[in-house]
């Protein structure tokens, strides 16, 4: 079973930065883009950042210029690097795969707690 596990969350005031990884384990039979989700408490997840097959990166108009998202693909990880982090993201964040068919199938990790706040 592949497990999609977050870390590198915590807190930091705004304009600070984080990192956050995500490490995916277990077999894969079909690799697709890999992308990082939020979601506010009542809220649906939101796809901000993504990086496809052919590592192209795609952002959130909220993020862009702001959070970078790679991959090492030797490591099975997959990165975002948040910078001049505002209040407005606190969240949970968590990786998944991006599908242009429609949500992911493989089950959600528990996620990486970003807190931003002075």
């Known amino acids: 079973q592949v497990q999609l596990v977050e870390s590198g969350g915590g807190l930091v005031e705004p304009g600070g930065s984080l990192t956050l990884s995500c490490v995916v384990s277990g077999s894969i039979a079909s690799i697709h883009a890999m992308g990082w989700y939020r979601r506010a408490p009542g809220k649906q997840r939101e796809l901000v950042a993504a990086?496809?097959?052919?590592?192209?990166?795609l952002y959130s108009p909220s993020v862009k210029g702001r959070f970078t998202i790679s991959r090492d693909s030797a490591k099975n990880t997959v990165y975002l690097q948040m910078n001049a982090l505002k209040p407005e993201d606190t969240d949970v964040y968590y990786c998944n795969e991006v599908l242009n068919s429609g949500p992911p199938s493989l089950p959600w990790g528990q996620g990486a707690q970003v807190t931003v706040s002075s």
């Open positions: 990086i496809t097959t052919s590592s192209t990166a």
